[in-house]
């Protein structure tokens, strides 16, 4: 019996965590190639399920086709962000960075809120709601899906960052983009690629949870903190590390809600979060860096 | 330092003449709230501004200091001036206590570190339903007293915190003009060459949290004891952020700066509330548009740009 | 001649529009609703009605000649924000009554400013405490938790289901419900076995529900609003929990069958008549309330009134029935509001008296039953 238990609690929480981890790493992608975090992330996820349903019902579009519109705007409301508000920014310090973006994430929320209403909303199931059984554990079809296109979308990043120029390019602004500059390569250019990367994986990844979580103008906030998490978990990397640190997240959620106390979860989920940035501040399993002076 | 003197005393009589030109209306009573959010803005930008260590977690002090207050007074009917140092006195030894390994982090782990302790105590509020009374609120909180003047009117209330607000902004005056502000601003420009020249950088970051600790818990006392209520729902992460937005509007490192950031952002709203359901685009935008235009915030962009147009109106003068 | 004429008619004239100026001088009532925020979902039909119904008594003539001027201000639910606005409304529109606010947390906060000044607050939030103890100047029309609670578990004694499971939300609706659930559970020979909480923004609840699908719960209480029950539905059903599921009058509405979709099937909960208008027997008293409340809502809003609108719906109309009755100032609306007897409101039928300012009896609520994707009431 107890082990039924903690075999539902892990499922549950690697469902919960894949989502984690997809945010997570929208926010790597523009932190390693600009050192900016975007706290409007959690709003690009907001977007993809607002838009998606907004798709299928204003214009009767079906499913499969409303959520690559719904894609599309957001990656082009993503492109706008960065050229409106990060672009034109005359100090860039961080402090300045974290408050614009938070300042773009009360604007995203107040504008889907005047558009859409305060309403919560449900978008259907990719394919049904029938539970699939392991083992006496069940999770739905679903979750098959958000386990699935977050491989996939993890997959094509890994591809696209080693084996193709722009990846490369990215890369190299993440290390040094003065050098990445001298050398050619147009570092502006590779800001807001950064930003279509993630707004696009931001708003996929609203899309594939919001039949499962429901979607409203203001789903942003949290979704965008727990991401955040997985990836400092991950030590801010966008790759692999990053999902454990979703996965890690989500599973200590979970197992904490079940097994020790549901009120005190998230309160659980952040002092394990407190611990591993005092012990390991670089992540995880990144290695230490030497500060330069 | 005598310029400082002085402009500090304009100030304070500014702030003791304002309830003249408001006249008991309802304007007096955000005002009390401009006072208590001032000390808080003063209180993080002494540990942002100054030592250059942010926090995302101050709403939490902040709500440490009103509950601890609301709780011995309204539960165990202590006297609340007596449990007001203690109550400052126990948060800013937490701080301390948090402060050693939380302040080895730098940057954005630092900004996650902080807010993770802001939402741990955030949910302590909620969920220890025997003490705080959970996410339904403290009430029967008394008010201040002195004798048999009790602090239960606007205006009363207005005068005791500002008291207390221009006894932080004094202190904070003295402390950026001493030997420990210089030390703080190298380490704000450089920990590692602070060290060098012989600054406890680390000890001195742990104590200005502590210090900023201590100024926020006591503004939640006064919170506290002038609303008679208080719910977790107040001293949220939204809290936090909206500190770190008065202190950055208002301008880093600037005492004034803060008293500025805090009355535009709590009086934004009452300007606002005519845009109606507008109210939350109009705060994003201008949050986006402060920073990109005014990076050095109000105390700073203000007096430039008044510069600006005076020698503009000259030149055009002049030709 | 004719000037003579013109000037008598000219005097005439204004003495009549300056009697009928000072007969119309309009009673002004503030509100306070979370129009925005995560308690939007209160404040807004809440404040769509309260306009609504004043306007409709504007429209048929004002209440004893006299027009109604509503002047509403959005709390965002936060505490701070309503005492300040309560302080707004009193000191610089000097109103008459103050309705509203939506949460319970708000209203607490409220509370000290009227009692200070002196305005009668009629609160649309649900909190048993906020009239328990009576407060002289303080009333409410939301129904008590304690009644919503009474509901479930007379159900449950008359169904012999004794052991039951505690799922509530992490906010002050959810934490009086549960404070209410735990209180009377003994008084009705119940026991809890397991007593969880979610935060009002999670969005996976197996974890708690797996915990309670391994207790011997032979139902399950859930006490919470939109969105999180529905999605608690969800998770039950992809665990496949046969146990009964019963919701709180917090999701008494279209959206959360809408929300839940198929996994709301066989939920039942306590909620206002509101919900089920048309299925009541026509002897009931608040049938044309009700039905009136509804048809507005429709025409006005182009949506279904739900029973949180119904709270502001109650409360202006008991305002206007206090005025009606001879109150002009806050005191004497007071002390008429507290006279109130047998008014068939949509919330239920209200009897206000000194030591009773929340006025509602058990019968305001019914148990629904949700089945093929409509209300049906439990008999």
Not at chain 1, 177 to 197: E, K, P, T, W, Y
């Amino acid at each position: 019996m107890q082990l039924d238990q903690i075999l539902q609690f892990a499922l549950s929480g690697l469902s919960t965590g894949a989502i984690y981890a997809l945010i997570g790493i929208g926010f790597s992608i523009i932190y390693n190639s600009t050192g900016i975090i975007n706290f409007a992330q959690g709003e690009f996820v907001m977007l993809g399920g607002m838009l998606t349903l907004f798709f299928i019902g204003l214009l009767q579009l079906p499913l499969w086709a409303a959520i690559p519109c719904a894609v599309l705007v957001c990656t082009l409301a993503g492109m706008l962000f960065e050229r409106l508000a990060i672009r034109p920014l005359r100090k860039p310090t961080p402090i300045n960075l974290v408050i614009i973006t938070i300042g773009g994430s009360i604007f995203i929320r107040g504008l889907s809120m005047l558009l859409w209403g305060k309403d919560t909303h449900s978008l259907p199931s990719f394919s049904g709601d029938e539970p699939i059984t392991i083992a006496n554990a069940t999770i739905l079809p679903q979750h098959l899906w958000i386990l699935g296109i977050t491989l996939v979308i993890i997959g094509a990043n890994k591809f696209f960052f080693y084996h193709t120029i722009s990846g490369k390019a990215m890369r190299a602004c993440s290390y040094n983009s003065r050098a990445a500059g001298l050398v050619g390569i147009d570092v502006r250019r590779m800001v807001l690629f950064s930003f279509v990367i993630s707004s696009a994986m931001g708003a996929m990844a609203g899309i594939i949870v919001a039949p499962l979580t429901m979607t409203s103008y203001d789903v942003g906030i949290m979704l965008g903190l727990k991401g955040f998490c997985a990836a400092i978990i991950g030590g801010m990397s966008s790759g692999i590390a990053t999902v454990i640190g979703g996965l890690i997240l989500g599973i200590l959620e979970s197992l904490g809600a079940g097994l020790i106390s549901s009120g005190y979860k998230d309160a659980i989920a952040f002092i394990i979060l407190l611990l591993i940035l005092f012990i390991r501040p670089q992540g995880l399993f990144g290695k230490a860096e030497s500060e330069r002076v | 330092m005598k310029k400082e003197l002085f402009k500090f005393l304009i100030f304070t009589v500014l702030i003791l003449v304002a309830p003249l030109a408001f006249k008991g209306g309802y304007l007096m009573n955000v005002l009390v709230f401009v006072g208590i959010n001032t000390m808080l803005a003063i209180a993080l930008n002494l540990l942002l501004g100054y030592c250059g260590q942010i926090s995302l977690g101050h709403a939490g002090f902040f709500g440490l200091g009103a509950y601890l207050s609301g709780i011995l007074t309204a539960t165990h009917g202590l006297n609340p001036w007596l449990v007001m140092p203690l109550a400052a006195g126990l948060v800013g030894l937490l701080a301390y206590l948090i402060g050693f390994p939380i302040l080895k982090l730098k940057g954005h782990y630092l900004a996650m570190a902080t807010l993770g302790m802001g939402i741990i105590i955030y949910i302590v509020f909620n969920e220890s339903v025997d003490y705080t009374g959970g996410p339904s609120g403290l009430s029967g909180i008394p008010a201040l007293s002195i004798g048999s003047t009790s602090f239960d009117s606007d205006v009363k209330s207005y005068y005791l915190v500002w008291a207390f607000t221009l006894g932080v902004c004094l202190f904070s005056l003295n402390l950026a003009n001493s030997r420990v502000g210089r030390a703080l601003r190298a380490i704000h420009d450089s920990e590692i060459a602070a060290r060098v020249v012989g600054v406890n950088a680390r000890e001195l970051k742990v104590r200005i949290f502590a210090l900023s600790a201590v100024i926020s818990a006591l503004a939640g006392c006064l919170y506290a004891h002038t609303m008679t209520f208080i719910s977790p729902a107040s001293f949220g992460f939204n809290f936090s952020v909206e500190l770190l937005t008065m202190v950055v509007i208002g301008g880093l490192g600037s005492i004034y700066g803060s008293f500025l950031g805090a009355a535009l952002l709590t009086l934004l709203p009452e300007f606002l509330r005519a845009a109606h359901d507008y109210d939350i685009i109009i705060y994003g935008g201008l949050l986006m548009v402060m920073v990109m235009f005014m990076p050095g915030g109000l105390v700073r962009s203000v007096p430039d740009a008044v510069r600006k147009l005076v020698r503009l109106k000259g030149g055009a003068g002049n030709a | 001649m004719s000037f003579k004429r013109f000037f008598l008619t000219f005097t005439a004239f204004t003495m009549l529009t300056s009697v009928s100026a000072f007969a119309a001088a309009p009673i002004k009532i503030g509100a306070l609703f979370a129009v925005t925020g995560p308690a939007a979902f209160l404040g807004e039909p809440e404040r769509n009605t309260a306009k609504m119904v004043i306007e409709e008594i504007n429209r048929a003539g004002g209440v004893k000649g006299r027009k109604l001027e509503l002047v509403v201000y959005d709390t965002a639910g936060d505490a701070t924000k309503a005492v300040q606005l309560a302080t707004k409304l009193i000191k610089n529109d000097k109103v008459s009554a103050i309705i509203g606010p939506s949460t319970t947390g708000e209203s607490m906060a409220v509370i000290p400013v009227v009692e200070k000044e002196r305005i009668p607050l009629i609160s649309c939030s649900a909190g048993s405490k906020i009239t328990d103890p009576v407060k002289k100047w303080v009333f409410k029309t939301a129904q008590n938790d304690a009644l919503a609670v009474g509901r479930i578990y007379e159900q449950l004694q008359k169904q012999k289901l004794t052991v039951v499971a505690l799922l509530t939300v992490s906010d002050g609706f959810g934490a009086s419900g549960r404070e209410q659930l735990k209180a009377q559970a003994g008084k009705y020979g119940i026991t809890i076995v397991s007593d969880d909480t979610y935060g009002p923004k999670d969005t996976d609840m197996t974890a708690q529900l797996t915990k309670i699908r391994g207790s011997r719960a032979q139902a399950i209480i859930c006490w919470g609003t939109n969105p999180g029950p529905a999605v608690i539905a969800k998770n039950a059903h992809q665990l496949g929990i046969k146990t009964p599921l019963y919701m709180s009058h917090g999701v008494s509405s279209k959206k959360f069958i809408q929300l839940a979709g198929d996994a709301a099937e066989g939920i039942r909960l306590p909620s206002g008549k509101v919900l089920v208008a048309d299925l009541l027997p026509n002897s009931d008293s608040q049938k044309k309330s009700l039905l009136e409340f509804v048809k507005d809502y429709q025409k006005h809003y182009k949506a279904e009134g739900d029973h949180f609108g119904g709270h502001a719906w109650d409360a202006v109309m008991l305002l206007k029935n206090a005025i009606e009755r001879g109150g002009d100032s806050p005191a004497s609306i007071r002390e008429k509001l507290e006279k109130t007897t047998q008014f068939h409101g949509v919330g239920g039928t209200f009897t206000y008296s000194a030591n009773d300012h929340a006025g509602l009896g058990k019968d305001a609520f019914v148990l629904v039953e949700v089945r093929n994707k409509d209300w049906v009431i439990v008999k």
